[in-house]
């Protein structure tokens, strides 16, 4: 599955992993050096994360139920966090990557057909 902004059209991330239950998002990306590029971390339900005991910096994309972007923190460095108490889910991506995505863009999910998207679905439909 990837992960698509609606407004351009392009692919923001090609590799999607989903945590959903409580435990896989405590974990997040902890215990990785490093992210790849072409890949996002979709944490719901999510409205604040933190970089402690990181080790590289990450961009997060916090998301409302139907993917819009309530506020994007770029780069945002280890031992730090970031939050949006109006969001539903938080994106985590590598830092530092131009992606070209705005507030009010609308994310989605391509290429859905997991079960584990159950909690997720107004994300997994193509906007009309």
Same mark, same amino acid.
């Given at each position: 599955?990837?992960?698509?902004?609606?407004?351009?059209?392009?692919?923001?991330?090609?590799?999607?992993?989903?945590?959903?239950?409580?435990?896989?998002?405590?974990?997040?990306?902890?215990?990785?050096?490093?992210?790849?590029?072409?890949?996002?971390?979709? %944490?719901?339900?999510?409205?604040?994360?933190?970089?402690?005991?990181?080790?590289?910096?990450?961009?997060?994309?916090?998301?409302?139920?139907?993917?819009?972007?309530?506020?994007?923190?770029?780069?945002?460095?280890?031992?730090?966090?970031?939050?949006? %108490?109006?969001?539903?889910?938080?994106?985590?991506?590598?830092?530092?990557?131009?992606?070209?995505?705005?507030?009010?863009?609308?994310?989605?999910?391509?290429?859905?057909?997991?079960?584990?998207?159950?909690?997720?679905?107004?994300?997994?439909?193509?906007?009309?």
């Amino acid at each position: 599955m990837r992960l698509v902004n609606a407004r351009t059209g392009t692919t923001v991330a090609g590799t999607v992993e989903v945590a959903l239950t409580r435990s896989v998002r405590r974990r997040g990306l902890l215990g990785r050096d490093a992210l790849d590029l072409s890949t996002a971390l979709i %944490l719901a339900p999510c409205a604040a994360v933190h970089t402690i005991f990181m080790r590289f910096p990450i961009d997060v994309v916090f998301v409302d139920r139907r993917g819009g972007i309530r506020r994007i923190v770029r780069n945002l460095q280890p031992w730090r966090m970031a939050a949006s %108490l109006r969001a539903y889910a938080a994106v985590e991506m590598a830092g530092g990557v131009d992606r070209d995505l705005i507030p009010g863009d609308r994310l989605y999910l391509a290429g859905t057909g997991a079960s584990d998207l159950t909690a997720l679905p107004e994300m997994t439909e193509r906007p009309s």
